[in-house]
């Protein structure tokens, strides 16, 4: 089975300014890693994801995570945020298998202050 | 973009009412999911469904859950007498494969009074 802690519960960061979300895993199997987004009142929606290959993955407003299996982390980072970036941040972690269901860690709450 | 659709947006029952919560996922999208989080806390497995049947389910998905893909298109879960605490936002997804992670819909939230 696997697992996956934020440490963070809440991450307050000034506009423009860098931010870093800490994620970390457990499992016993290969796995599958994935940030989704939930910004209020909305759905879950996928923000990232790391399969295979190379270990540094982007998305496409500017947030990259990097998986290090050593570390069996995989933070989310971005240089420099928007006030539109305000929103929960949930790492989650699937094994390879193809039945294999996606586990969210608890989340943590990103406020981009003005 | 195809979209996983839900409804209702938000449905208020009675405790000990049963409740169906309806979910459209994307046409050709093969396994598909439950999922609900409880105000402010986490989002938590319910139940994954392929090939017409459940291939795995929580702890949290007792005998009082069922899903069920009726027509082809749309994928239910039904609960059968509603207790306080299933209050929550209940989301759907499905996919293609895990490989390609899930499409959410934007959930139900279900309000049990």
């Known amino acids: 089975a696997q697992s996956v802690t934020q440490l963070d519960s809440q991450v307050p960061v000034f506009e423009e300014a860098p931010v870093e979300l800490r994620c970390n895993y457990s499992?016993?199997?290969?796995?599958?890693l994935f940030w989704y987004v939930q910004y209020p009142n909305q759905g879950l929606q996928l923000l990232l994801k790391?399969?295979?290959?190379?270990?540094l993955v982007e998305s496409i407003n500017g947030f990259e995570a990097e998986f290090n299996k050593s570390q069996t982390s995989f933070h989310l980072r971005k240089p420099s945020v928007h006030i539109s970036d305000t929103a929960e941040y949930f790492c989650?972690?699937?094994?390879?298998?193809?039945?294999?269901?996606?586990?969210f860690g608890p989340g943590t709450s990103l406020s981009v202050i003005p | 973009e195809p979209e996983v659709t839900q409804t209702p947006s938000h449905q208020v029952t009675q405790m000990g009412q049963e409740v169906i919560l309806r979910c459209v996922p994307i046409?050709?999208?093969?396994?598909f999911y439950w999922y609900r989080q409880i105000l402010g806390q986490k989002v938590e497995f319910l139940v994954s469904?392929?090939?017409?049947?459940?291939?795995?389910k929580s702890e949290i998905f007792d005998d009082q859950f069922s899903v069920e893909r009726p027509d082809g298109s749309n994928f239910t879960l039904k609960i059968r007498s509603t207790k306080l605490e299933d209050s929550a936002m209940y989301f759907c997804?499905?996919?293609?494969?895990?490989?390609?992670?899930?499409?959410f819909g934007s959930g139900t939230r279900l309000t049990v009074v």
């Open positions: 997804a499905s996919s293609m494969s895990p490989l390609y992670g899930y499409t």
């Open positions: 499992s016993s199997v290969s796995v599958y």
């Open positions: 790391y399969l295979s290959g190379s270990t």
């Open positions: 989650a972690v699937s094994g390879v298998a193809s039945y294999d269901k996606v586990i």
């Open positions: 046409s050709n999208h093969l396994y």
């Open positions: 469904f392929y090939n017409n049947e459940i291939s795995e």
